[in-house]
């Protein structure tokens, strides 16, 4: 049964108008026709369900420009009330918001839909709205005809912040809204926090939050004081927007929510902070730039791309030697500059900000480079570290980039959003260490983009190592069955539990396992918050799969123990052997430094040594069909079998038990030339599970056929 559901979004226009006298339109935003054809509130909320954050809010502000907005939003609810300025002097004012927060769908199906306040604040710019102050949204509920108690939830997990829970919140809404009698079209408050215009938007030690106030408990008290605390990638049920007319009147004259916020005596009649308000909207002047990178080709030099972006006008690069103190900045125009003549032995720590006429951006994060040939070859940094997490001071790489260097590799940096606008190929690198300390699910620790890419780099031979703390309970855990797949299948892992031994914040250590590639690393610590860097909870405990073997076992645990992992072999559909080095907590968290350096020598000697004896050469094809011996054997959950063919085959790959009865189908199917794997999960071809034993498995081409055994132990 679906839902009648509805959205909420809010944002706001810098727009100053003159002061003009009284004309008609007041109240009548400009928001245009619903399509015949839009989707209900309902339909769109299940097609967004399973979106990242980017993507959701794509879809969001597309519904909302092409005017999927109920009938009964456009009709704005007048106010009259009495304010005074800075001086005390008393205005009439009269004001027009919407008498609901912003919704997707028709007046028959629609859902109040949570967002950014950057893709409000677009849909904002276009209707000629803005959003309220926190003096505003108390005299909204005030003058509320249905006043209606907060529902709320008890969190678990980051469910509040999932499509999910918006489409319950609303459903319990409407239950109320409906129970009290109310009307579309009446005034309603008490049912969400307000995204508000605030000073707290240009508050410099929070760059890029959202500022949230109000909803209102049946008493008039708010819920949700007045604060800034979310980054603006942040969205949960309980967020709102509400639109309100940016024309006003006052004192019988016409002028604009944002002209009055910003005059110097008169913004107190709109406005409870202290001092005018000359940032009225959330996009207020360039953003930071996000998608770029530095490389370098040759000794001494370094290259810094950057994606294109229409509202920037000019770039400055800013250099440091050491991460900490950088310089004023170098300015170049258009996506790409070059700089030469540097130390080739210095790594090079590089921030950017972006300039236009409304002003200069926030530094970006930080990346590094190591302008320097070396034998022993070169990396690609990943930063895909991007949620605003208490702790997270985006410039994590000095960690990596100093362990980097000082097993003499050169390297290269990228933000994940260079990988994914294309600006930087991991295929150009041998090695790719990807960062990902407490990236979860709300800003996605693998992008679906991000996933394609990371696969198809596997499946040529690529060389991976990638360390985060909210990685498998992102994917595994909480992710789709894309998400699980690719978990699976390129990151050789399932979940265990979201902390050692599944209990958080307790357990700090950890050693390496014996015939893995950490075994002469008998103590491994990592941050409690008091190192350095920032708290190490929730780090993730992991299952190995298919062929992985464990690398790392948490400290003190009996359970849930296994914190890295190791793989070499074929993945996905790949023909070309890779390899893969996993940690279930954020490598930069690691000290002391001496420790966190064998780690990463460690692991990149293990990802950029040759292939190993019982593995294809990288660029071979096989002389002759080859059935390996199934890794693990034993095995209890999963083992990989790998087999190779000198020309393209019809390939039958069956499991039998030892009295020759058929128990799965493995592979039936043409293949091409060259290495294939496949797993299987000790199940029969209608998905049971085998008792323990003795089987065979037998590969037959028409022309040859071989089999071996192997065990399975339940």
Same mark, same amino acid.
């Given at each position: 049964?679906?839902?009648?559901?509805?959205?909420?979004?809010?944002?706001?226009?810098?727009?100053?108008?003159?002061?003009?006298?009284?004309?008609?339109?007041?109240?009548?935003?400009?928001?245009?026709?619903?399509?015949?054809?839009?989707?209900?509130?309902?339909?769109?909320?299940?097609?967004?369900?399973?979106?990242?954050?980017? &993507?959701?809010?794509?879809?969001?502000?597309?519904?909302?420009?092409? *005017?999927?907005?109920?009938?009964?939003?456009?009709?704005?609810? !007048?106010?009259?009330?009495?304010?005074?300025?800075?001086?005390?002097?008393?205005?009439?004012?009269?004001?027009?918001?919407?008498?609901?927060?912003?919704?997707?769908?028709?007046?028959?199906?629609?859902?109040?839909?949570?967002?950014?306040?950057?893709?409000?604040?677009?849909?904002?710019?276009?209707? *000629?709205?803005?959003?309220?102050?926190?003096?505003?949204?108390?005299?909204?509920?005030?003058?509320?005809?249905?006043?209606?108690?907060?529902?709320?939830?008890?969190?678990?997990?980051?469910?509040?912040?999932?499509?999910?829970?918006?489409?319950?919140?609303?459903?319990?809404?409407?239950?109320?809204?409906?129970?009290?009698?109310?009307? /579309?079209?009446?005034?309603?408050?008490?049912?969400?926090?307000?995204?508000?215009?605030?000073?707290?938007?240009?508050?410099?030690?929070?760059?890029?939050?959202?500022?949230?106030?109000?909803?209102?408990?049946?008493?008039?008290?708010?819920?949700?004081?007045?604060?800034?605390?979310?980054?603006?990638?942040?969205?949960?049920?309980?967020?709102?927007?509400? +639109?309100?007319?940016? #024309?006003?009147?006052?004192?019988?004259?016409?002028?604009?929510?944002?002209?009055?916020?910003?005059?110097?005596?008169?913004?107190?009649?709109?406005?409870?902070?202290?001092?005018?308000?000359?940032?009225?909207?959330?996009?207020?002047?360039?953003?930071?730039?996000?998608?770029?990178?530095?490389?370098?080709?040759? &000794?001494?030099?370094?290259?810094?791309?950057?994606?294109?972006?229409?509202?920037?006008?000019?770039?400055?690069?800013?250099?440091?030697?050491?991460?900490?103190?950088?310089?004023?900045?170098?300015?170049?125009?258009?996506?790409?500059?070059?700089? !030469?003549?540097?130390?080739?032995?210095?790594?090079?720590?590089? @921030?950017?900000?972006?300039?236009?006429?409304?002003?200069?951006?926030?530094?970006?994060?930080?990346?590094?480079?190591?302008?320097?040939?070396?034998?022993?070859?070169?990396?690609?940094?990943?930063?895909? +570290?991007?949620?605003?997490?208490?702790?997270?001071?985006?410039?994590?790489?000095?960690?990596?980039?100093?362990?980097?260097?000082?097993?003499?590799?050169?390297?290269?940096?990228?933000?994940?959003?260079?990988?994914?606008?294309?600006?930087?190929?991991?295929?150009?690198?041998?090695?790719?260490?990807?960062?990902?300390? !407490?990236?979860?699910?709300? #800003?996605?620790?693998?992008?679906?983009?991000?996933?394609?890419?990371?696969? !198809?780099?596997?499946?040529?031979?690529?060389?991976?190592?990638?360390?985060?703390?909210?990685?498998?309970?992102?994917?595994?855990?909480?992710?789709?069955?894309?998400?699980?797949?690719?978990?699976?299948?390129?990151? @050789?892992?399932?979940?265990?539990?979201?902390?050692?031994?599944?209990?958080?914040?307790?357990?700090?250590?950890?050693?390496?396992?014996? *015939?893995?590639?950490?075994?002469?690393?008998?103590?491994?610590?990592? &941050?409690?918050?008091?190192?350095?860097?920032?708290?190490?909870?929730?780090? &993730?405990? /992991?299952?190995?799969? *298919?062929?992985?073997?464990?690398?790392?076992?948490?400290?003190?645990?009996?359970?849930?123990?296994?914190?890295?992992?190791?793989?070499?072999?074929?993945?996905?559909?790949?023909?070309?052997?890779?390899?893969?080095?996993?940690?279930?907590?954020?490598?930069?968290?690691?000290?002391?430094?001496?420790?966190?350096?064998?780690?990463?020598?460690?692991?990149?000697?293990?990802?950029?040594?040759?292939?190993?004896?019982?593995?294809?050469?990288?660029?071979?094809?096989?002389?002759?069909?080859?059935?390996?011996?199934?890794?693990?054997?034993? +095995?209890?959950?999963?083992?990989?079998?790998?087999?190779?063919?000198?020309?393209?085959?019809?390939?039958?790959?069956?499991?039998?038990?030892?009295?020759?009865?058929?128990? @799965?189908?493995?592979?039936?199917?043409? @293949?091409?030339?060259?290495?294939?794997?496949?797993?299987?999960?000790?199940?029969?071809?209608?998905?049971?599970?085998?008792?323990?034993?003795?089987?065979?498995?037998?590969?037959?081409?028409?022309?040859?056929?071989?089999?071996?055994?192997?065990?399975?132990?339940?």
């Amino acid at each position: 049964m679906s839902k009648a559901i509805a959205f909420i979004g809010l944002c706001i226009t810098l727009v100053i108008i003159p002061v003009h006298h009284i004309s008609a339109g007041y109240g009548d935003v400009d928001i245009p026709p619903r399509p015949p054809d839009a989707p209900s509130g309902s339909e769109f909320m299940a097609s967004i369900t399973d979106l990242g954050f980017a &993507d959701r809010e794509d879809a969001i502000v597309q519904e909302l420009l092409a *005017g999927n907005i109920p009938g009964f939003m456009r009709n704005l609810v !007048e106010i009259e009330e009495t304010f005074n300025d800075a001086d005390g002097n008393s205005h009439q004012v009269t004001y027009w918001v919407m008498p609901d927060y912003l919704a997707i769908g028709s007046d028959s199906n629609y859902c109040r839909v949570p967002m950014g306040p950057i893709t409000a604040q677009h849909a904002a710019d276009a209707f *000629g709205t803005t959003m309220p102050t926190r003096k505003l949204v108390d005299n909204i509920y005030q003058h509320a005809a249905i006043k209606l108690e907060p529902k709320t939830y008890v969190p678990v997990g980051n469910q509040n912040e999932q499509v999910e829970k918006f489409i319950e919140h609303n459903s319990d809404i409407q239950a109320q809204f409906n129970a009290a009698g109310g009307a /579309l079209g009446q005034l309603v408050g008490g049912i969400k926090k307000d995204v508000v215009l605030s000073n707290k938007i240009t508050d410099p030690s929070r760059p890029n939050h959202v500022v949230i106030y109000g909803w209102h408990w049946l008493n008039g008290t708010p819920i949700q004081p007045l604060t800034n605390i979310h980054i603006n990638t942040y969205v949960d049920y309980s967020h709102g927007i509400r +639109f309100l007319d940016s #024309d006003i009147i006052i004192d019988g004259d016409s002028t604009t929510v944002q002209a009055i916020l910003q005059d110097d005596t008169l913004y107190k009649i709109l406005s409870d902070e202290s001092g005018p308000m000359p940032v009225t909207s959330y996009i207020f002047n360039t953003n930071k730039p996000a998608s770029f990178g530095v490389t370098s080709e040759y &000794d001494g030099q370094i290259k810094c791309v950057v994606a294109p972006d229409a509202n920037v006008d000019s770039y400055a690069l800013h250099l440091s030697q050491d991460g900490e103190d950088f310089g004023d900045g170098i300015p170049f125009t258009g996506g790409e500059y070059v700089l !030469e003549g540097l130390p080739s032995d210095s790594v090079m720590y590089v @921030k950017l900000t972006s300039e236009n006429s409304s002003g200069t951006s926030p530094f970006s994060e930080m990346l590094a480079v190591l302008p320097k040939s070396t034998d022993r070859g070169r990396i690609l940094v990943v930063n895909g +570290f991007d949620r605003g997490s208490d702790g997270n001071t985006y410039d994590f790489i000095r960690q990596h980039a100093a362990a980097v260097a000082q097993g003499n590799f050169a390297f290269a940096s990228a933000t994940n959003e260079a990988v994914t606008d294309g600006l930087v190929s991991l295929t150009d690198y041998p090695v790719v260490d990807y960062i990902l300390g !407490e990236e979860s699910t709300a #800003d996605e620790t693998f992008s679906g983009a991000e996933q394609i890419l990371i696969a !198809e780099y596997l499946e040529q031979g690529g060389r991976l190592f990638v360390s985060g703390s909210e990685i498998a309970w992102d994917l595994d855990y909480r992710g789709s069955t894309s998400d699980k797949t690719f978990f699976k299948t390129y990151l @050789k892992a399932r979940y265990s539990a979201d902390a050692p031994g599944a209990v958080s914040g307790q357990h700090y250590a950890a050693t390496g396992v014996s *015939g893995g590639i950490f075994e002469d690393i008998t103590a491994i610590t990592f &941050d409690n918050g008091t190192h350095g860097t920032y708290n190490v909870e929730w780090a &993730d405990a /992991l299952i190995p799969q *298919g062929g992985a073997v464990e690398a790392i076992h948490y400290q003190n645990v009996t359970a849930h123990k296994v914190g890295g992992i190791q793989y070499e072999g074929l993945l996905g559909d790949g023909d070309t052997p890779g390899k893969l080095v996993y940690l279930g907590f954020p490598f930069e968290t690691i000290y002391p430094d001496s420790t966190r350096n064998i780690i990463m020598e460690n692991t990149l000697q293990f990802l950029s040594s040759a292939a190993s004896a019982s593995e294809p050469s990288v660029n071979t094809v096989p002389e002759e069909i080859v059935l390996a011996q199934n890794f693990p054997n034993p +095995f209890n959950a999963e083992t990989v079998v790998q087999y190779s063919l000198p020309v393209d085959a019809d390939v039958l790959l069956i499991i039998y038990d030892t009295t020759g009865r058929h128990i @799965k189908t493995l592979v039936n199917s043409r @293949k091409n030339t060259g290495y294939h794997s496949v797993t299987w999960d000790a199940t029969n071809d209608v998905g049971q599970r085998v008792s323990s034993g003795v089987y065979l498995y037998r590969i037959s081409t028409g022309t040859y056929s071989q089999t071996r055994r192997l065990v399975v132990l339940q």
